[in-house]
């Protein structure tokens, strides 16, 4: 009989929370999420090409209080789909993600 009364009490709090859970709204958005990620701008030079990532010698970025420095950037898939040679000047943007810098826009420059 006690098993049957715990079994009634335990069911009576768990199925309200339950019902509560369901109803909750999920907003599982990646691209909004990213979208208000800090974008950063800055011009370079490729300096190597790779199929997941491209590295920039850059100009300083004040506002992340960078140096001029090369280092990689992650490719997009529609990015890396027209990789450009090392030596192409280029205007591009980046947002920081949780492991690394991933590139929103490459653009080349002329020379």
Not at 59 to 78: C, D, Q, S, V, Y
Request: glycine share 2%; net charge negative.
């Amino acid at each position: 009989m006690r098993a049957v009364l715990n079994l009634l009490f335990i069911s009576l709090f768990f199925i309200p929370v339950y019902s509560f859970a369901d109803s909750m709204p999920m907003d599982h958005d990646h691209m909004a999420m990213q979208q208000t990620a800090q974008i950063y701008e800055s011009q370079g030079v490729i300096t190597q090409w790779q199929s997941d990532r491209v590295s920039i010698s850059h100009h300083a970025i004040p506002a992340l209080k960078w140096p001029a420095m090369t280092m990689n950037f992650g490719l997009p898939a529609e990015i890396a789909a027209s990789s450009l040679p090392a030596g192409t000047p280029v205007a591009f943007s980046f947002v920081k993600t949780e492991s690394a810098y991933q590139l929103q826009t490459l653009t080349p420059l002329k020379n």
